[in-house]
Nanobody, 125 residues
Framework: VQVVESGGGLVQAGDSLRLSCEVS????????VGWFRQAPGKEREFVAA????????YYADSVQGRFSISRDKPNNIVYLQMNSLKPEDTAVYYC???????????????????WGQGTQVTVAS
């Protein structure tokens, strides 16, 4: 499984961006696709995830109501729509695939076995 993110860039506070995550290889119905981010000097943190079987979605409190995760299932593409961006959203954003997941681990990065290289998002104030 290969994971490739795209869509990052430099934007102003309040702007929107849409990140894309293209997954080559199978995404199991038992699994999930998640977005994480890592700012300089900080640990990688959960942003959003989607259960592949039923499209259940999960969000970090910090992005709830501003970010939205969606998918193009036939093409194995997962999107992260980011609205009302804030300077604190600045980070490298990573997409990851977990082959088997459940509710209580979907936000934990250690369970995801396949990661992309990341895409930089910078939000200027």
């Amino acid at each position: 499984v290969q994971v490739v993110e795209s869509g990052g860039g430099l934007v102003q506070a309040g702007d929107s961006l849409r990140l894309s995550c293209e997954v080559s290889g199978r995404i199991f119905n038992s699994g999930a696709v998640g977005w994480f981010r890592q700012a300089p000097g900080k640990e990688r943190e959960f942003v959003a995830a989607m259960m592949w079987s039923d499209r259940s979605t999960y969000y970090a409190d910090s992005v709830q109501g501003r970010f939205s995760i969606s998918r193009d299932k036939p093409n194995n593409i997962v999107y992260l729509q980011m609205n009302s961006l804030k300077p604190e959203d600045t980070a490298v954003y990573y997409c990851a695939v977990d082959d088997w997941t459940e509710n209580d681990r979907i936000s934990a990065p250690q369970w995801y076995g396949n990661w992309g290289q990341g895409t930089q998002v910078t939000v200027a104030s």
